[in-house]
């Protein structure tokens, strides 16, 4: 297995961008589209734990667009062959100095494109000396 074809770890990249784009714009249908259309979709966010799409569907309708700003550092993406890659991320909000969120996603490629297949989103107090 190759792992971070040039090709493919620029498939990702893009998608990852436009998710980020799409979050922070509270883009709903674009964050709705890059989610696997499954059952066993899940995303365990800051305060909730999403099973299927449909639930990561409505969480997303019903979320406020307000203080969605953010800026990522040491963003990681690792693609594994041709189909499947992990894109982590930390992230820091001017609302809540003194925290880091950190962001996982799985992403597989399917013959609709790159989907998110699993996600997991946390914030912690900053650990000592490593602010971005």
């Given at each position: ?15 990852f961008q ?11 249908a674009v ?98 000396g490593q602010?971005?």
């Amino acid at each position: 297995m190759k792992i971070d074809l040039p090709e493919v770890l620029a498939e990702v990249t893009a998608q990852f961008q436009r998710y980020e784009a799409a979050l922070v714009s509270n883009d709903v249908a674009v964050l709705d589209e890059l989610f696997r259309n499954a059952p066993h979709t899940l995303r365990y966010g800051i305060a909730e734990n999403l099973y299927g799409y449909e639930a990561i569907m409505a969480f997303r309708a019903a979320r406020s667009p307000v203080g969605l700003m953010r800026r990522t550092d040491k963003t990681v993406i690792t693609t594994y062959g041709h189909d499947t890659a992990v894109a982590s991320t930390l992230f820091y909000r001017d609302n809540a100095p003194g925290r880091v969120g950190r962001q996982m996603q799985t992403w597989v490629r399917f013959p609709e494109g790159w989907k998110i297949v699993a996600a997991h989103v946390s914030i912690i107090d900053e650990p000592k000396g490593q602010t971005a």
